[in-house]
């Protein structure tokens, strides 16, 4: 683990823009010894990734954007800690532990799925692996951008987060091409929320809110706007910028990318605007 940082950051990180972006499920880096105790190759594996989200990142300048390096088959950031499944160990966890519904369904922190039908595992894993990936990622990942935030804030009296995955297609005859999550108001001011719907509802992309994906882990600990600091997840669908393949670059590459790097721009011209004080805490 020591010869792969657990992510990249690039921009300025002295908090001088009050806006952070984040990729947590873009990495493609796994390591050796992970590879030959999975039950499934490489390309398998992948399908868990929300691939090239890094990449549609990557041309936005001076805004701090924080991107994984190791694939979310691997460790999941966008999940809590302690989202564990103690059955897929060897011997007693030395990290606590919570059942979910994510975590029976094969999706905790350290996955048990990278997809349906798709068992990651051999067998059972030693337990001294689950600290140890914690320790190796999850907590400098959450570290990092934790700082970041309150690097932003301190200067600006506000923070965002704007957390950017990619989603298959949903159900439906008409389903949403972009889905935004606050954790239903709870992550971020509406206002925030109300610029982002309106820039991407302008490219005729059809744009939903916390339906079906409300946002994880990293909206539920990061997103305290009562403390000024505002989380908003992104999904997009995958079909708007990848091949067939789902792994690789399609026709539409270049227009998403487009529309990250505007939307950080228009953030950053209508944040001096908007209501971003601190609110009350949600119930």
Known sequence: MNEISPYTLTGDLDGRWPLVMASPHSGREYPPSFLASA?????????????????????????????????????????????LDPAMFEGPLAVPTKRSERVD????????????????????????????RLAALHHPWHNRLTALLEAARAR??????????????????????????????????????????QHFS??????????????????????????????????????????SSMLQPGPGFAAMAQQFRSLAQRLLAALPLVDMLPRQAAE
Do not use: F
């Open 39 to 83: 039950a499934l190759g490489l390309s398998q594996l992948r399908r868990a990734e929300d691939a090239l989200v890094d990449q549609l990142l990557a041309g936005i300048s001076g805004v701090p954007v924080l991107c994984a390096r190791y694939g979310r088959a691997y460790l999941d950031l966008n999940r809590a800690p302690e989202d």
């Open 105 to 132: 369904a094969g999706l905790g922190v350290i996955p048990r799925m990278a997809g349906p039908g798709l068992s990651i595992y051999k067998q059972r894993q030693p337990a001294a692996h689950a600290s140890a």
């Open 156 to 197: 600006h009296g506000y923070a965002i987060l704007i957390d950017c995955h990619s989603m298959p297609r949903p159900a439906g005859l008409l389903p949403p091409q972009i889905v935004l999550g606050d954790r239903h108001g709870r992550s971020a001011s509406p206002a925030l929320v109300d610029i982002i719907e």
């Open 202 to 243: 302008a490219t005729g992309w059809r744009v939903a809110r916390n339906n079906p994906y409300a946002g994880g882990h990293i909206t539920e600990r990061h997103g305290q706007p009562w403390q000024g600091i505002h989380a908003v997840q992104i999904e997009v669908d995958r079909g708007l910028y990848l091949d």
